[in-house]
């Protein structure tokens, strides 16, 4: 961000205006004449459906090429989604899940979207119920917070990057297994059991060894939710009489534990960055939703709240988004954009994925391939860049590669 400019006396000389400005063009270009003849390379690595912006320290452009053209950003995206949540839900905010128990002895989980509600923080939650909690009838599984609906662009495939999103969920909605030589299934991670629930749907693949997801086609991931529960519960001794279901709190259910995650928002946004989660990127746009606008959360809330954040915070006006995660090709954001967004998150950058001197976010879909980020200047600064490339068959490699070269 730049500094503010100080107020000084009048100096007894007084530079005319058109002197002034050709003394400003001067040093400027002298100033440049490091960068130029190299960056002036790029112009033939942008097509005419790419765009590339660079910017020093204090915002001062570098080089530009079809800055204004709306372009798909895939995951770069990304970035916004996570500013969006830094503003909305704030730095220190923490997704939640609430245990009650009703007059029927039945334990009910109410979830409201934790994207990281993972193998060992259900065994670490388990072991806290073993204080609080006896048998008990069924488990009955609230997943009312989150109302989704199908994310464009996501389709139905094995791929974890398509993995839907709901209210309570566990492990991403993904199953990580192995084949055994005497042919039988286990699990790929040691945390995690392969349950029954689980074993079924893999079973029909014959796959080796791979990850599959769950579906929301019958409640499969509120379910899949609720079977590993059980089987941690079941390991502190804590058994259910009855079955799993869903169903809803009610105003009479007592409220006997509520876990506070262990991963603040930070947590949950250098994961998302790191690994380019879809279903976290998601869960929080979906989460934002439902904190501005109200329950129960949906897209449609989520995407009006970053519009609203885009339009009213960073002031831009004329951008495109379908979902949070990049992965819809209706996102359309210019290079421009992703530039405002990049000077917002600079205090955030450490969250990103660090190689040599630049902290990035890729993005990737057919046909498109983008980069954001910053590198560092070597003076405690950071240069700003945006790649987009939409044209088919390109790599950001030889972008990046020359602009590391010509950036000191």
């Known amino acids: 961000m730049r500094k503010p400019l100080t107020s000084h006396p009048e100096p007894d000389f007084i530079m005319k205006p058109e002197i002034k400005?050709?003394?400003?063009?001067?040093?400027?270009?002298?100033c440049g004449m490091g960068f130029a003849g190299d960056l002036n390379t790029l112009k033939k690595l942008?097509?005419?459906?790419?765009s590339l912006l660079v910017a020093d320290s204090q915002g001062q452009i570098l080089f530009a090429q079809n800055a204004d053209k709306k372009l798909i950003p895939a995951s770069t995206l990304k970035i916004l989604t996570s500013l969006t949540a830094l503003h909305y839900l704030g730095t220190d905010f923490r997704f939640v899940t609430e245990f009650y128990t009703d007059r029927d002895s039945n334990l009910k989980i109410k979830g409201y979207g934790d994207p990281v509600l993972i193998s060992e923080v259900v065994a670490e939650i388990a072991e806290t119920l073993s204080t609080k909690l006896g048998t008990f009838n069924n488990l009955v599984l609230d997943n009312s917070y989150f109302d989704p609906a199908p994310i464009p662009g996501v389709t139905v495939t094995l791929n974890?990057?398509?993995?839907?999103?709901?209210?309570?969920?566990?492990?991403?909605?993904?199953?990580?297994?192995?084949?055994?030589?005497?042919?039988?299934?286990?699990?790929?991670?040691?945390?995690?059991?392969?349950?029954?629930f689980a074993l079924k749907k893999i079973a029909g693949y014959g796959l080796k060894q791979d990850r599959v997801i769950l579906s929301q086609e019958q409640d499969e991931i509120t379910l899949y939710a609720g079977a590993m529960f059980q089987y941690f519960l079941k390991q502190q001794g804590i058994l259910n009489e009855g079955g799993i279901r869903l169903g809803k709190v009610d105003k009479t259910d007592k409220l006997i534990f509520r876990y506070l995650s262990k991963f603040s928002l930070q947590d949950v946004i250098a994961r998302l960055l790191e690994y380019s989660n879809n279903f976290i990127a998601n869960q929080t746009l979906l989460a934002i939703g439902a904190k501005v606008y109200g329950a129960p959360a949906t897209l449609e809330k989520g995407v009006q709240a970053?519009?609203?954040?885009?339009?009213?915070?960073?002031?831009?006006?004329?951008i495109r988004l379908a979902e949070g995660s990049g992965i819809s090709r209706e996102n359309r954001i210019s290079a421009k954009d992703l530039m405002v967004c990049l000077e917002?998150?600079?205090?955030?950058?450490?969250?990103?994925?660090?190689?040599?001197?630049?902290?990035?976010?890729t993005g990737s879909l057919n046909g498109v391939k983008t980069r954001a980020g910053y590198i560092d200047d070597g003076t405690g600064g950071?240069?700003?860049?945006?790649?987009?490339?939409?044209?088919?068959?390109?790599?950001?490699?030889?972008?990046?590669?020359?602009?590391?070269?010509?950036?000191?």
């Open 160 to 196: 974890p990057y398509d993995a839907p999103n709901g209210a309570l969920c566990v492990n991403f909605n993904t199953v990580f297994f192995k084949r055994e030589p005497d042919g039988s299934y286990s699990s790929a991670e040691p945390q995690t059991p392969l349950l029954p």
């Open 382 to 408: 950071m240069y700003r860049f945006a790649v987009m490339l939409n044209t088919p068959g390109k790599s950001t490699d030889a972008v990046m590669s020359r602009l590391l070269n010509a950036l000191p």
């Open 306 to 318: 970053a519009l609203s954040y885009a339009a009213d915070v960073l002031k831009l006006k004329d």
């Open 21 to 30: 400005y050709l003394v400003i063009v001067c040093l400027l270009g002298f």
């Open 46 to 50: 942008i097509g005419t459906q790419d």
């Open 344 to 361: 917002a998150f600079e205090p955030y950058h450490s969250l990103m994925r660090h190689q040599g001197r630049e902290f990035f976010k």
